[in-house]
Each structure stands twice: as structure tokens, then as C-alpha cells.
Nanobody, 121 residues
Framework: QVQVVESGGGLVQPGGSLRLSCVASGNIFGVYMMGWYRQAPGKQRELVATITSGGQATYADSLKGRFTISRDNAKNTVYLQMNSLKPEDTAVYYC???????????????WGQGTLVTVSS
């Protein structure tokens, strides 16, 4: 069916940068919304950023200015550029994609398994 796979996580020092990638593949007719969410230890999953196929982006207010979301529609890929990272950014980052599998299908949300970002010195 549809697979969503994140990559790019790892260990980074405070103040450093990482770029996460997420690709949706499989039976795909179209992809509307793609987004990034994160879940820190002991906390609820929270919105990081979303972006429509037309390029309209939304961000969590606290992250605007440090994080930038972008996408390549031809590759069904979404990116998250993370700059000036802080220890509190440590979390598992999850990718979501609203996918239409055929012309007659409705859009349905698919999630990746997550990629761990650890910000520590």
C-alpha cells in the first residue's frame, strides 16, 4: 500500500543543525498534506510543521524561525531543516502524509515509524 519513511535523525550538539527527510511511496495517486510531529520523552506528540502540496506551510509558534519545512512534490518527499537546536528539541520526529491512492480514493493519513533526534553535548 503506502509507506512513509523518515531519515536524517541522530546526535547533534546544541546550536547545531540537522535536516530530516521523509518519503512517501507505494500506491500513490496524490499527496496533499505532509507534516512533521515530534514526541519528547514523557510528553504528548506535538505539531512541528505541515505543508500542503501547494506549498502553504504552518509551524508551531515556538519553532518558527528555527525550523523550516519544504517538499518536493515530484519525489513525494518532505524535509525539515532544523537550526539552532536545543536540548529540548530532543524527541522522536514523525512524518505524516495524506495520500490518495487512486483517483476514486479519499485522502488518508499515513505515518512513519519516526527518527530519533538527540541534542546533547
Amino acid at each position: 500500500q503506502v509507506q512513509v519513511v523518515e531519515s536524517g535523525g541522530g546526535l547533534v550538539q546544541p546550536g547545531g543543525s540537522l535536516r530530516l527527510s521523509c518519503v512517501a511511496s507505494g500506491n500513490i495517486f496524490g499527496v496533499y498534506m505532509m507534516g512533521w510531529y515530534r514526541q519528547a520523552p514523557g510528553k504528548q506528540r506535538e505539531l512541528v510543521a505541515t505543508i500542503t502540496s501547494g506549498g502553504q506551510a504552518t509551524y508551531a509558534d515556538s519553532l518558527k524561525g528555527r525550523f523550516t519545512i519544504s517538499r518536493d512534490n515530484a519525489k513525494n518527499t518532505v524535509y525539515l531543516q532544523m537550526n539552532s537546536l536545543k536540548p529540548e528539541d530532543t524527541a522522536v520526529y514523525y512524518c505524516s502524509a495524506d495520500v490518495k491512492e487512486t483517483w476514486s480514493s479519499t485522502y488518508q493519513e499515513h505515518w512513519g515509524q519516526g527518527t530519533l533526534v538527540t541534542v546533547s553535548s
